[in-house]
């Protein structure tokens, strides 16, 4: 029944040990394979248990050798229910040779199903590449599965990887059908960074708008904070002792005014600018030329 420690050693001891064959009962043997065959044919063992798909080498030479016989498990659906993980398979008859009858009749037997585990951190690209070459090479039908039973997303022993699920549901993702693997595994670390990108992106868009008016009109509010410094400083005082400097800043203020571009929707604001500059520049002139401010100079 194979090596200590091998899976079908460890199945065969659970199984044949609720039958009360073990260790103390009967001799159990390591031979394997091609080893089993001839150790059945010099006569070494009286049965040999073996797993492995009707065409391999060892169950091949069983089957055809007309002193072997194969026994089934009458019980095979009980045993299906005591051990979850095995699953009750037949042996039809006469599907591995019409003449003469091989086997002889349906042969009730018991399988285990092969699994592929994978980290739980394994990049799902991989995970379904792994999942397309197991459909091309175990999809199709043989003696024990009908096309596409295998492999399939119904496991009892393990949880199934979420990107494997996707895959039994949808098939390949976009990305595999239409990627190759290098930029498809770009693509996939790129999409998480770009929906954070628009999700972040699309209020501050809403702000922008509102941030460039606010921006405006504070260039705005600079001169006419300027324009009033101004103002204030020749009505504190006589304008004709500063009148030379008064003027040079109101033509200051005027030329930076008329070099700030603005849009359209400020224009009326701008306008208006323009004409409270030359409010204070009629003011200043008409002051400063005042009688009585001359004669007080």
Sequence with gaps: MGPVGSRGRTAAEQILGRAGVNSESATFLPFIGSGAVEAMNDGKVDAVWIGGAPDSPAIHSFLHNPNVRILGFQAAEALTRIFPELTRLVLPQGVIDLDPDIPPNDVPLIGTPTKVLVRSDLNPEIVQLLLQTMVEAHGGANIFQRAGEFPNSTDIEYPVAPAAIDFYKDGPSFMQRHLPLWLSVHAQRAIPVLVTAIALGLPMFRFLPWAYNWITRRRLFYWY??????????????????????????????????????????????????????????KITSQGNAPGRVAAE
């Design 225 to 282: 904070a300027q324009l009033k410094k101004l103002e204030a400083s020749f009505d504190a005082g006589p304008v004709n002792q500063h009148l030379a400097e008064t003027q040079a800043e109101i033509e200051r203020i005027e030329d930076a005014v008329s070099h700030i571009r603005f849009p359209l929707t400020f224009s009326d604001q701008l306008y208006n600018l323009r004409s409270h500059i030359e409010i204070v520049r009629r």
